[in-house]
């Protein structure tokens, strides 16, 4: 089992930025690749970015490139998504999730892949 709990979502007014964190505990953690997801009332959950095992490679969805920035710190187990320039259509509850790979260097952009999921993180910008 991995725990994911995220933090950091608030209100903030367009333009500015929020760092969100998601930390894990139980299995190793530098065996999963780790995805961003949000989602709005009624909508489908929407891949936001991902990242490999050892951190070496990143994946954005086209609404969010040049923006966001998602890393990791193998060694204290969180995640981060840095999100500047933010927009009102940013609006969303964001969830991290882990996913096992085999590969180091795997990228994970479906969300049925991940198998463990947080509880997420309100995010809400003002415009």
């Known amino acids: 089992q991995v725990q994911l709990v995220e933090s950091g979502g608030r209100l903030v007014q367009a333009g500015g930025s929020l760092r969100l964190s998601c930390a894990a505990s139980?299995?190793?953690?530098?065996?999963?690749?780790m995805g961003w997801f949000r989602q709005t009332p009624g909508k489908d959950r929407e891949f936001v970015a991902a990242i490999s095992r050892s951190g070496g490679s990143t994946y954005y969805a086209d609404s969010v490139k040049g923006r966001f920035t998602i890393s990791r710190d193998n060694a204290k187990n969180p995640v981060y998504l840095q999100m500047n320039s933010l927009k009102p259509e940013d609006t969303a509850n964001y969830y991290c999730?882990?996913?096992?790979?085999?590969?180091?260097?795997?990228?994970?952009?479906?969300?049925?892949?991940?198998?463990?999921w947080g509880q997420g993180t309100q995010v809400t910008v003002s415009s």
């Open positions: 999730a882990a996913a096992r790979t085999l590969r180091v260097d795997e990228l994970v952009a479906t969300s049925s892949l991940y198998s463990y």
């Open positions: 139980g299995r190793t953690f530098s065996n999963y690749a």
